[in-house]
């Protein structure tokens, strides 16, 4: 069965391991840092106060996304990923065997990375919460950022989204939101959390579809909510109807995100596997980009396909933070297919800023190959699209209460030109 373990030893030629015990404070992160500009995961033996090793930057390049996936390219990444979507998997349920410990969250795999950050935190940590108020049990998974406040109390940032919903439906009846919380697991399981499917769609079912057979789960002893079997670490605990400031923390833009009144959880047990390896992953890295970013390129390619003949490639590019900025390549059949991309692109992912559109041609991951595409192909009387005051992202330091201001550049050749005009020259 895939497990975080198993996938570690996949990619090994990618993996520095560090023997000697390093801190958890700065030190680990920044190591992390080192190793994320060379496309290294780092496998720390010791972190101090931690218990077991801790696995960061662990799908930080494309060819590792690639491994996971089980797939040679980014289209058939993206088809892969919508199809988990649209079709998601099934679960096999075993009985729970994993082994209760003292509750300290202290020696959970939570670092301090920035240096105004709020204190330690865990940044894979996938909260799954239940519902069945419906009578028809409903499951979500999602990660979450968490801060440690004391021994057996953490607050995590919830969004407005389906776990805020559920906590507002277990907050409606008077009643605290019972939680697992879990650390350490194949990152498809992590992918598959990162995603948004609709209300009802079980996030595990869709790891169940990425990996490719039933996803085996167990049902914590407290509460009753299924957890993979081959997790690391799995917390059981209670969203309050407490609130404590959460922040400030670093976020994908690699600015500080504000302090939040948020949930205090309450934590009531921690269980630990016979193979614990914790997931640390460094805010605004790479890693951080990739399972926040790619399920947004999924949908962007598959809303760009509908619109245009054929899309070679989508990429949230890291100047961008892997969230406001996108370049699309694309096959142009008719002028306008390019504004119609630039289009269909915003509506797939509404926190995009910047939308540019090239050729085939042009090399996605190289920005010097991008520029030169707007410097050549690109005329701003013709091809900019600017739409004023919508609705962006509220990552975006810029924007104002989410409003900003979103610009697309069509950077295709256009069809009234000679082609051969626009082709970059070569040396046989």
Same mark, same amino acid.
């Given at each position: 069965m895939p497990s975080l373990r198993s996938f570690i030893d996949e990619i090994r030629d990618y993996v520095t391991v560090i023997e000697r015990e390093v801190s958890p404070i700065y030190e680990a992160p920044r190591i992390m840092l080192e190793s994320d500009y060379k496309g290294l995961t780092v496998f720390f033996k010791r972190i101090s106060g931690v218990l077991g090793p801790v696995v960061g930057n662990l799908v930080n390049t494309r060819k590792k996304l690639y491994r996971m996936l089980n797939v040679s390219d980014d289209v058939n990444a993206y088809k892969k990923l919508i199809g988990a979507l649209e079709n998601p998997g099934s679960l096999k349920e075993e009985s729970f065997s994993m082994k209760s410990v003292d509750v300290d969250v202290n020696f959970l795999p939570a670092l301090k990375f920035y240096e105004q950050d709020a204190g330690r935190y865990l940044t894979s940590s996938i909260i799954i919460a239940c519902e069945d108020f419906s009578g028809e049990e409903i499951c979500n998974a999602s990660v979450h950022r968490i801060l440690l406040i004391d021994r057996d109390k953490v607050v995590a940032r919830i969004v407005p989204r389906h776990l805020y919903n559920i906590v507002k439906e277990y907050s409606s009846r008077g009643m605290e939101t019972p939680?697992?919380?879990? &650390?350490?697991?194949?990152?498809?399981?992590?992918?598959? *959390?990162?995603? *948004?499917?609709?209300?009802?769609? %079980?996030?595990?079912? =869709?790891?169940?579809?990425?990996?490719?057979? #039933?996803?085996?789960?167990?049902?914590?002893?407290?509460?009753?909510?299924?957890?993979?079997? +081959?997790?690391?670490?799995?917390?059981?605990?209670?969203?309050?109807?407490?609130?404590?400031?959460?922040? #400030?923390?670093?976020? &994908?833009?690699?600015?500080? +995100? @504000?302090?939040? !009144?948020?949930?205090?959880?309450?934590? +009531?047990?921690?269980?630990?596997? $016979?193979?614990?390896?914790?997931?640390? &992953?460094?805010?605004?890295?790479?890693?951080?980009?990739? %399972?926040?970013? %790619?399920?947004?390129?999924?949908? &962007?390619?598959?809303?760009? *396909?509908?619109?245009? #003949?054929?899309?070679?490639?989508?990429?949230?590019?890291?100047?961008?933070?892997?969230?406001?900025?996108?370049?699309?390549?694309?096959?142009?059949?008719?002028?306008?297919?390019?504004? $119609?991309?630039?289009?269909?692109? %915003?509506?797939?992912?509404? *926190?995009?800023?910047?939308?540019?559109?090239?050729? @085939? +041609?042009?090399?996605?991951?190289? #920005?010097?190959?991008?520029?030169?595409?707007?410097?050549?192909?690109? !005329?701003?009387?013709?091809?900019?699209?600017?739409? $004023?005051? =919508?609705?962006?992202?509220?990552?975006?330091?810029?924007?104002?209460?989410?409003?900003?201001?979103?610009?697309?550049?069509?950077?295709?050749?256009?069809?009234?030109? !000679?082609?051969?005009?626009?082709?970059?020259?070569?040396?046989?």
């Open positions: 939680i697992a919380i879990v &650390i350490g697991v194949h990152p498809a399981i992590l992918l598959a *959390s990162a995603t *948004s499917p609709p209300y009802g769609v %079980f996030e595990l079912k =869709i790891a169940s579809k990425l990996l490719e057979e #039933p996803l085996r789960v167990a049902r914590t002893p407290k509460y009753n909510i299924p957890v993979p079997v +081959d997790s690391s670490i799995v917390l059981e605990g209670r969203i309050t109807s407490e609130e404590v400031d959460e922040g #400030p923390f670093v976020d &994908i833009t690699g600015t500080y +995100d @504000k302090v939040r !009144r948020q949930p205090l959880i309450k934590v +009531d047990v921690i269980y630990v596997s $016979n193979d614990v390896i914790g997931h640390a &992953i460094l805010p605004a890295s790479n890693e951080h980009r990739i %399972f926040q970013g %790619f399920p947004r390129e999924a949908l &962007i390619w598959r809303s760009v *396909s509908t619109v245009v #003949p054929k899309v070679y490639g989508v990429r949230l590019t890291p100047g961008g933070c892997g969230w406001l900025h996108a370049v699309i390549s694309i096959e142009k059949s008719h002028e306008g297919d390019g504004k $119609n991309a630039i289009l269909a692109a %915003f509506a797939a992912h509404p *926190s995009l800023k910047h939308v540019v559109v090239v050729d @085939k +041609d042009i090399c996605l991951d190289d #920005p010097h190959s991008i520029e030169w595409a707007i410097a050549t192909r690109f !005329r701003a009387d013709r091809d900019l699209v600017i739409i $004023n005051n =919508i609705r962006g992202s509220t990552l975006d330091p810029i924007a104002k209460d989410g409003l900003t201001c979103k610009m697309g550049l069509d950077a295709t050749i256009p069809l009234t030109h !000679r082609k051969e005009d626009f082709i970059r020259a070569k040396i046989p």
